[in-house]
């Protein structure tokens, strides 16, 4: 089959979903027994997204081959239970800097160098370059930013000449728009969305469906309107109310004909009727009332809860699936040091330790996995979550006041945490970390064992530093378990401590491979003992 290429754009603002959209029609179209390739495309101008603050784009997902990559890649990852690969994200700076350094390198032999057609061939090269990769049989790319974006003109350009490339036939525009209220009249206004689809239009690009996003219900005259004035079909005004299940969306297009549509429109032959039944369960399971268990996480990026965007969903999938409603009391680490925060701490069930950079807030970690161990309170810690619990538990259970990372104390008379050794020479903030899928050997017996059911593990890691072995014996000695260990048996990668209801922690981020139908075991095990010990009260 010829590959089909799904594109989205963004009208009127940006943060409405299209992300979630776009990952929720590549389920649909699984369903339908295609193939399915994502890629998003990052018109900003970093190069590496691995370095850039969570204040402004939220987490960075780690991918199995390391990539650092933008939220929406777990989005995708999520709904259509794939894995993805560094391909499947790219940014306006890894572009230029691909056709800069090839002009330095001479390769146009002087030739003047410009937007179109080098930068544009390049961006063409990589969307083309995912078929290829994949093989896939429909490939979704999601342009990142809103139409109308200086910076994201030649991505919808290059993606334009794609279009003729590929033959008209097998692209499909989808535009993701919003409509907004006027508050005194409670009127859905859609004059915004006909400005973006002229942007659109002035480029040379017709959406071939618009997807309508309101926090109210849309009416079927406004979106006939639409059709009307920014010329779609009228099946393919596709309103999109805001639902308060994030998993419903798949179950809104469904029902709103959107899979068919696609697939008549794309000339495909769908293989199977598509299975929402699960779906629809587990929406069914969100909407029922269930008793709350309160998980406490502590981080140093509260304020932007997309800072912690897959914890967030890994804490969501492990209670639905543990039959409990969870709520997550968002404490900053710095405060719990300024006394403050405490009382967040005191009502949770369990707390969670999440990753993290940098010294702001870090004895705040500490002081929270002292408190989890002391009172026995449930404890999930992942990457830097498990190395504030090494660090307390070497200061308060083995006696070694100074003990630390020598990430935030460089002259600690203890490093517990410290830097791998290969490592050491690296003064470059970028592309220095341990990124990706790796090994990890389960302790049997272990409650990490246990969760998971299994001997060995892959997960995904995102740090520099490491537990120090010149300290394993001694832990072990004070009732500490290196429950996952690397292959070699050089790196920890959880550990747990004995004498405790549940506290667990691993050097890598499970909450990347999380899925709503798949919870993950550590996330499972600890929402099971938050659960126990709610029980308990
Ligand atoms: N800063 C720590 C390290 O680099 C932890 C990283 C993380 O939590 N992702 O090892």
New binding site residues.
Partial sequence: MTTKYLFYTGGVVSSVGKGVTAAATGLLLKERGFKVAVQKLDPYINVDPGTMSPYQHGEVYVLDDGAETDLDLGHYERFIDIRLSRSSNFTSGQVYAEIISKERRGDFLGGTIQVIPHITNEIKRRVAGIAKETNADVVIVEVGGTVGDIESQPFLEALRQLRNEVGRENVFFIHVTWLPQIGATGEIKTKPTQHSVAALRSIGISPNMIIARADQRIDKELCDKIALFCDVEKEAVVPMTTSDVLYEVPLLLEKAGVGDYLVQKLGMKATRQPDMKPWEKLVERVRKPKPTVKVALVGKYVELQDAYMSVREALKHAALHNDVEVEIGWVHSADLEKDKGWDIIQQSDAILV?????SRGIEGKVMAARYAREKKVPYLG??????VMCIDFARGVLNHEDAN?S?FDRSTEYPV?DLMTDQRSITDMGGT??LGLYPCELQEGSKAAEAYGEKRVEER??????FNNAYKKDFEQGGMVFSGMSPDGKLVEIAEIKDHPFMVAS?F?PEFLSRPMKPHPLFSGFIKAAKEKNGKK
């Fill in positions: 999440p990753g993290g950079f940098g992942l990457c830097l979550g498990m190395q990372s990430e945490i970390m341990r890691h995102r740090h520099r530093f490491e050097q981020h």
